[in-house]
């Protein structure tokens, strides 16, 4: 029904209109009596076999739904509904933001991609606290967390810092974004040392707790050989829980969309189907070159329940959905879990 009815409908509109006017929908529907049951009934996959246990959180399925869709955490409870085993909230930053100018999202239905150059548009970290103090769902969230867009990379691990104190008490495990490239100079922060001393600082709060969250890092696509080596030596030495590969890339090679429309889309990240191979190649690297105990999420690309499972196979100990959820629609999540209990 979604993809024969309600995605070609909801393609002919603006895409970033689509997602508020979809989240307003979802969060009307579900104060119905019923819709809670039935989108359950649907879409929820229970299974002992599809549990994972990891940094000590035991997540009742592998699927989660990525940083971005989310971002001020106003649908944790309906998207659990739909059958997701965590949810990322973010990016997050100390102060609210509306991001970079319209129109900044953009559908490649060809290439099943999407462009985003959002620019973590936000209402602050403090807005989101309140918000998941007050949730009822007990599904897995992580706070995915960066900086203003108006803080320099000089000062930039105050905005790190304050965000993570502020989601401590309210949200299952932290990952830092320094790898969008929607916030000017931002992945300058994942030069090794930049990166380094972001990490350890944050790590030094976190250990100041009684009981120390899970530290995630998310990395770009786009970093080379010796770039990719240095996250997985920096990601030892600061003790991280995980890596999340990856984010959004820069790249628009292979693209079947005209040059004509990408060039006039502009700048922004690519996510989607044309991610799906060099995202997987990052998560088997990964998975071969950290010890066991820093585990990897994988992202980027996930259109098909094989996809998913390719990313597992090579090493993912986790998988995320972002434009796969758009694309197919929350049958994917049940689909891609029935396909894991397949293996």
């Known amino acids: 029904m979604y993809k024969s009815i309600l995605r070609p409908l909801l393609f002919q509109l603006d895409p970033e209109r689509v997602h508020y006017l979809t989240a307003d929908a979802v969060k009307i529907a579900n104060k119905l009596p019923f819709v809670k049951g039935v989108s359950q009934q649907m879409f929820q996959v229970q299974d002992p076999a599809l549990e994972r246990e990891l940094f000590g959180l035991k997540f009742p399925n592998p699927v989660g739904l990525a940083a971005g869709f989310d971002k001020d ?18 990016t997050l ?27 973590f548009n936000n209402e602050g970290v403090d807005a989101a606290v309140r918000r998941l103090a007050k949730r009822k769902s007990n599904i897995i969230v992580g706070g995915n967390i960066g900086k203003n867009k ?14 993570f104190k502020a989601l401590f008490d309210v949200v299952d495990y932290f990952v830092v ?43 770009a696509p786009d970093l080379n050989l010796n770039q990719l080596n240095d996250i997985i030596e920096i990601a030892i030495e600061a003790r991280l829980s995980g890596i999340i590969a990856t984010n959004t890339t820069v790249s628009r090679a292979g693209l079947h969309t005209s040059p004509d429309k990408i060039s006039a889309m502009g700048a922004g990240g690519l996510s989607g189907k044309p991610l799906t191979e060099h995202a997987t190649q990052i998560v088997r690297h990964l ?5 066991q105990e820093i585990r990897v999420i994988g992202v980027g690309g996930i259109m098909t329940p094989e996809d998913a499972v ?22 994917l999540i049940s689909r891609i879990n029935k396909k894991i209990l397949t293996k």
């Open 177 to 219: 974004n320094v790898s969008s490239p929607n916030t000017p100079d931002l992945r300058a922060l994942q030069d090794k040392e930049p990166l380094k001393k972001l990490l350890l600082t944050l790590q030094e709060e976190n250990n100041s707790h009684v009981k120390p969250k899970p530290l995630l890092l998310k990395i």
């Open 287 to 291: 998975r071969t070159f950290l010890p």
């Open 93 to 119: 930053t100390p102060k609210p933001q509306a991001g970079n100018e319209k129109p900044r999202l953009f559908r490649l239905p060809q290439d099943q991609a999407i462009i985003n150059r959002m620019g």
């Open 310 to 331: 390719e990313k597992l196979q090579a090493g993912a100990d986790l998988i995320q959905l972002y434009t796969g959820f758009i694309y197919e629609g929350p049958s």
């Open 150 to 163: 108006s803080t320099p990379n000089e000062e930039a691990i105050r905005d790190y810092l304050y965000s």
């Open 73 to 90: 955490a106003k649908l944790i409870d309906e998207f659990a509904n739909f059958g997701f085993g965590f949810i990322e909230i973010g």
